[in-house]
Nanobody
Framework: QVHLVESGGGLVQAGGSLRLSCAASRHTFSSYAMGWFRQAPGKEREFVATITWNGGNTYYADSVKGRFTISRDNAKNTVYLQMNSLKPEDTAVYYC????????????????WGQGTQVTVSS
């Protein structure tokens, strides 16, 4: 079992930045790919970004490419999502998740999820 806790969400104006953090409880965190997803009201949960176990590869949704950066610090069991040039359409609850079998954009292949952190971008 892996317990994930997201933090760093909040209210920001369009064009601003936020950095989300996701702390994992399990010491084997460094063995797993991690991902960020988001869900806006009335919409399906959507893929945002993912990173391989060693941070060597990252993948992004087209909607955030060039604005968001996923990274990880395995010594701290933490994954980050740096979000720049935020837009009102980025407003959502952001979730981090663990994928034991590799980085993927498919939510169904993630094994553990955090409770989410709200990000609200005002226009």
């Amino acid at each position: 079992q892996v317990h994930l806790v997201e933090s760093g969400g909040g209210l920001v104006q369009a064009g601003g930045s936020l950095r989300l953090s996701c702390a994992a409880s399990r010491h084997t965190f460094s063995s797993y790919a991690m991902g960020w997803f988001r869900q806006a009201p009335g919409k399906e949960r959507e893929f945002v970004a993912t990173i391989t176990w060693n941070g060597g590869n990252t993948y992004y949704a087209d909607s955030v490419k060039g604005r968001f950066t996923i990274s990880r610090d395995n010594a701290k069991n933490t994954v980050y999502l740096q979000m720049n040039s935020l837009k009102p359409e980025d407003t959502a609850v952001y979730y981090c998740a663990v994928a034991e079998f590799g980085a993927t954009d498919r939510a169904g292949l993630y094994d553990y999820w955090g409770q989410g952190t709200q990000v609200t971008v005002s226009s």
